[in-house]
C-alpha cells in the first residue's frame, strides 16, 4: 500500500472542504448586510442631529466603523444561535449555516472577532457612552431577546429596545453623553420597530411556528391583539415624533420642514396601522403596514437631519 499516495489523494477534497469552511460571501450574508445597514444609517444620522456639519470627520468615521463591525457581529452570532430553528423555516433556510456555506465554528469566531473590533473601534476612537451602549444592545440582541423569542410575544418589545440604541449611540458619540433630545430619538426607532415587526411576525406566522419562534403567540389566531399593538405604539411613535416642540432642550426645536413631514408621515402610517386593527383581510393590510414602516423611517429622520441644516 502506497500511504503517499493515499494521502495525497484525499489532500483535494480536505483542501475543497476547507474552501467551503471559509466562503466569503457566506461570511459576508452572515452579517446581514441589510440590517446592519439600519444600525449604521440611524446611528450615524443620531450623530448628525446633533453635529449637520461633522466637525470632526474622523468621530463620525469611527462611529460608523464601529457601528458596522458590532452590528455584523451581532447578526453573525444570532445566526449561530439559531442555526437549527433556521434551517426549519422556508424564510431563512437558505443562510449560510443551514445551506452549509461557513461552518458553525467559523460563523462562531467571525461573530466574536466583529462584535469585539466594533466595541474596540468606539472604545479607542469615541468615547466610554458609546462603547457601553454598543456593549449593551449586544447583550439584549443575543442574551436576552434572541432565547425570549422561543418563549414570549414580549420578546419583540426586548428586541426593539435594542434596536433602538444605534441612534442614541450616534447621538452621544457627537454630544458626549445622554441627553434628552438623544433619548427621543431612541423612543422614535423604539416605537417605529413595533408596528414594523409585528407585521412581519403576522405575515410569517406559520414559518415562525416551524422554528419554534411565538412571536405572533398572543392566543389570537385572528390577531386582532397584534393589530391593537401595532396601532397603540404607532400613536406612541406619533408622540415621540413630535416630542422635541414640547420638550424643553439644549438644541432649538425643530422648524416648519420636520414639522411638515412628521404631520404627512403621521397621517401615512397611522392609517394603515388602523386598517391593521380593524381590516378583516390582515394579511394584506399587514402587508401594506410592513411596506408603509419602510418607507416612513428614512423619511422621517432624513427630514430631521435636512431640518437641522436650515
Known amino acids: 500500500m502506497n500511504l503517499t499516495k493515499d494521502i495525497n489523494s484525499k489532500a483535494p477534497s480536505t483542501a475543497f472542504a476547507a474552501g467551503k469552511s471559509v ?81 458553525p465554528e467559523v460563523a462562531l469566531s467571525f461573530g ?10 468606539l472604545w479607542v476612537w469615541t468615547n466610554p457612552w458609546a462603547t457601553l451602549l454598543t456593549f449593551a444592545t449586544l447583550l439584549i440582541y443575543l442574551a436576552i431577546y434572541t432565547p425570549l423569542k422561543k418563549k414570549s410575544p414580549i420578546a419583540i418589545e426586548v428586541g426593539a429596545v435594542a434596536g433602538a440604541l444605534p441612534p442614541l449611540i450616534g447621538w452621544v458619540v457627537a454630544a458626549g453623553s445622554p441627553t434628552t433630545y438623544g433619548l427621543i430619538l431612541f423612543g422614535i426607532l423604539f416605537a417605529w420597530q413595533l408596528p414594523h415587526f409585528m407585521a412581519i411576525a403576522w405575515n410569517h406566522r406559520k414559518d415562525y411556528s416551524k422554528g419554534g419562534f411565538r412571536f405572533h403567540n398572543f392566543n389570537d389566531p385572528l390577531g386582532s391583539k397584534m393589530g391593537l399593538k401595532s396601532f397603540l405604539y404607532s400613536i406612541v411613535l406619533t408622540a415621540f415624533v413630535f416630542a422635541p416642540y414640547f420638550v424643553e432642550l439644549n438644541q432649538s426645536a425643530p422648524g416648519y ?54
Open 23 to 103: 466562503d466569503f460571501n457566506g461570511l459576508y450574508e452572515l452579517t446581514k448586510p441589510r440590517l446592519s445597514l439600519l444600525s449604521v444609517f440611524t446611528a450615524s444620522l443620531g450623530f448628525l442631529v446633533h453635529d449637520p456639519l461633522i466637525p470632526d470627520l474622523g468621530l463620525f468615521i469611527a462611529l460608523t466603523l464601529g457601528t458596522a463591525l458590532a452590528a455584523g457581529g451581532a447578526a453573525t452570532l444570532n445566526q449561530w444561535i439559531e442555526r437549527k430553528e433556521d434551517a426549519l423555516m422556508a424564510r431563512t433556510a437558505t443562510r449560510p449555516l443551514p445551506a452549509k456555506l461557513v461552518t
Open 112 to 121: 466574536i472577532m466583529l462584535s469585539t473590533l466594533g466595541l474596540l473601534t
Open 257 to 310: 420642514l420636520y414639522l411638515a413631514c412628521s404631520c404627512l408621515l403621521s397621517l401615512y402610517l397611522l392609517v394603515p396601522a388602523l386598517k391593521f386593527l380593524v381590516n378583516e383581510e390582515r394579511d394584506k393590510s399587514a402587508k401594506k403596514l410592513f411596506i408603509v414602516t419602510i418607507i416612513y423611517l428614512p423619511l422621517l429622520l432624513a427630514s430631521l437631519v435636512i431640518d437641522r441644516y436650515l
